[in-house]
């Protein structure tokens, strides 16, 4: 039978707070569904909304946080680790900045910070299964994002080696997600080791093609790109696990172009911006997703260098419900079709008996 995509939902990440309504699950639940929202996206690492670690250990607990979001009105659509995926692996480069995703008992300790991670990665893993999830998102963290540019000359193997290291690291999570019955839908993000389809070919072969290891598809990374985010879901729609609705625009000039100077996100040539403010060609890949069966959730993740946050969340959910389609269940033609046999097939060929 034809699928229809669930939704419209939203991310809560960048709209918890500490002010009310975005401090707590029920509140802010409640806040998205008023809106029209119909699941919400919950990052893990946020204690205002969620205890990981009380989740992995209790499906009591993961019971509880279920039945707040349905008497909200809203579903669980999928479990956030982006912030610990991101820490399985740093590159050294990366220690300071990335030491404020990790408690500070593991400050300045690169190893218990990435066992911390791991750790977290495995609750999240226990906790989807306790909450009837079967995919997850996640960022992959980066060993040779530095390297991004081939100047200075890469070293030979350098890159070949990294993505062995990041496999290295993965794998025995992938295994312990396939033992608990949950996908990881990778965001493909610059900063990331996974950024494209083909580090992310990189990855998968490292990994054996490992079926746990997929998408989360976000286009708007890739038009910042300059990738081609239509032809990437007819290439790699199998494996796309999830769906990040987010919009961009790339708007290059005789200054800057795709790494933009080092300006801020006002005065970058690509910038984020809200759906319907952007250059992201929502039909088109709404169409895609469609033709491909794509039956879970579109994920509104807000992310604007112009707009304020509770504007894009009000004006979201109707965009993501409007290009929802209903996938059909006849051909538009039917009605002009007839019965046929194979004898007839064979007299309108002309071919005998």
């Known amino acids: 039978m034809p699928k229809t995509?669930?939704?419209?939902?939203?991310?809560?990440a960048q709209f918890a707070g500490d002010a009310a309504p975005f401090n707590s699950l029920p509140s802010i639940a409640k806040w998205a569904a008023d809106l029209g929202y119909k699941g919400v996206q919950i990052p893990t690492w946020d204690a205002r909304l969620f205890d990981l670690e009380k989740?992995?250990?209790?499906?009591?607990?993961?019971?509880?946080?279920?039945?707040?979001?349905?008497?909200?009105?809203?579903?669980?659509?999928?479990?956030?680790?982006?912030?610990?995926g991101q820490l399985v692996a740093v590159h050294p480069a990366y220690d300071a900045p990335f030491?404020?995703?990790?408690p500070a008992a593991v400050h300045n300790n690169p190893k218990a910070r990435q066992e911390w991670a791991v750790g977290q990665m495995k609750a999240a893993a226990k906790a989807s299964e306790h909450m009837g999830l079967t995919a997850s998102v996640s960022f992959s963290g980066s060993l040779a994002f530095p390297y991004l540019y081939p100047w200075p000359q890469r070293p030979a193997g350098l890159i070949e080696e990294a993505f062995a290291e990041l496999a290295r690291r993965w794998k025995p999570i992938l295994d312990f997600y396939d033992g608990h019955g949950v996908d990881i839908g990778y965001e493909l993000h610059p900063g990331e080791d996974l950024f494209d389809g083909t580090t992310f070919e990189r990855f998968l072969d490292e990994v054996g093609g490992h079926k746990r290891a997929g998408i989360n598809y976000d286009p708007s990374h890739f038009l910042l790109q300059q990738l081609d985010y239509l032809d990437f879901i007819d290439i790699y729609h199998e494996r796309i696990y999830a769906f990040h609705v987010k919009d961009a625009e790339f708007n290059p000039t005789g200054r800057q172009g795709v790494y933009s100077g080092y300006a801020g996100w006002v005065e970058r040539a690509g910038r984020f911006r809200s759906l319907g403010d952007g250059q992201v060609d929502f039909s088109g890949i709404f169409s895609k997703m469609a033709q491909y069966d794509y039956d879970s959730w579109p994920v509104l993740e807000w992310e604007c260098c112009l707009k304020h946050p509770e504007q894009g969340a009000a004006e979201g959910a109707p965009f993501i419900a409007a290009h929802i389609i209903r996938v059909t269940e006849k051909a538009?033609?039917?009605?002009?079709?007839g019965q046929t046999d194979r004898a007839q097939l064979r007299k309108m060929m002309g071919i005998g008996k």
């Open 332 to 337: 538009f033609d039917d009605f002009a079709g």
């Open 55 to 84: 989740a992995g250990s209790s499906k009591t607990y993961c019971d509880e946080v279920k039945g707040i979001c349905k008497e909200a009105g809203v579903e669980v659509t999928e479990l956030s680790t982006h912030l610990q």
């Open 5 to 12: 995509m669930k939704g419209p939902a939203i991310f809560l």
């Open 99 to 102: 030491d404020g995703f990790a």
